[in-house]
């Protein structure tokens, strides 16, 4: 049983304000809670149903970690419209550029505005062995739970930093490659690919800002078929077929 | 101006029984509209901010088809949480299997639920190439507003069919070959494909049904690097890596 304040508490992270000033957020579902309590994330309470906690034996998870809530309940603190069987509060650890080995290859977003889109960029790059991903500020927040959803339970194994992109670029060693997706630009089939190649997605309608631009040093496109009408390829697809070519043609 | 009882006909199209019921629906945003009064389609009434329309000089569309309404009713009659400037109503023509012609590559969906995957997927499919895409019946409706907001536009070019997937594939001619993404199968950049392969995707968390499963002669899958955690691909993000393995290496 939640009590009325217990349920306006939890209910403040349904706001990016509060997310951002605890560094915590709500993940929902059975299967990112999972992933979630089998990581090293700090699990500081998980709410579900008496059914979800009998159909679930988990080790790590003692009752007193765990509140038993009414289908009701779940409706006011969870963020989705069809509520799940379970959640949890989850606190976020902050990394930053100096935690990425060298020599691995990166993800670059540039601006990703939509939370389904970050989310399944995440969940890509985690097939992909991407295990870096580095947001331009004004990126989508990672802890909104939108993006955490469409992540699928990648969200505990990618680390995502949000930094300065002018001032990364500016400090990455040279001669690293640098590459993006332009509507010009090489066929990405052309390319071959080296481990430690930077990869870079605009934003969903501007493309890769002016500002950014001048530190690419490969342009490729995902050539559309001659004649057809599409302008564009959604974000989180042009970074799939991206990621794909580069798993699939990257030096050993 | 907008009278109460036009605000409660137009919103009956936020709900599916009556999208249904009328072959029509809402399309929302300039891309989508634009595309739309340039197409085929017949378009009923389009709706927009009076910037909106002094902004664009359209040809075809004299002031008797467009009704000018405040940012107030605009929220009234939209189905977005964020309206944009300019909406309109439009009757599906339904299509059929006859309606498409022999040796062309083909796009099935079987049991694509959510309407951003849809959407996405019909964005994707027109970038490559496929002009028809065979939807089981319980895949989720073409005329969802949120699909055709996803296609980008894609909706007035790519022609969607709905069908018993079943009988779709025992009237399929043969030697024909039915191409599915499993977890097992052979590594997609291995396959040589044919200009009249017939590509399946399945349903986002069940993949491809036990009914269907018995058509499809050829199994591939996108590899994952080794010791990836992720369980899978978002559905949108699969269509889009096989459709692109498609287009780089169709036989011509």
Known sequence: ??????ISEISKLHLKKYREELHQSIV???KSVLDLLNSDFPVHEVFGTENWYNSHAIPHLDKKQFTVV???EMERISCLRSPQEVMA???FPIYTLTDIPDKLPLLVLDDIRDPGNLGTIIRTAEWFGFQYI???A???ELTNPKTLQATMGSFCRVKVIYTDLVEFFQNTQRPRRVIGTFLEGRAISEIAFQPDDILVIGNESMGISESISSFINLKVHIPAVS???AESLNASVATAILLYNFRDRVVK
Chains 1, 2 share one sequence.
């Open 1 to 6: 049983m939640l009590t009325k304040k217990r």
């Open 28 to 30: 929902e579902g059975t």
């Open 70 to 72: 009414t289908s009701k």
């Open 89 to 91: 509060i989850v606190s």
């Open 134 to 136: 580095v947001c331009s």
């Open 138 to 140: 004004n990126c989508v």
């Open 227 to 229: 004649g057809s009408h």
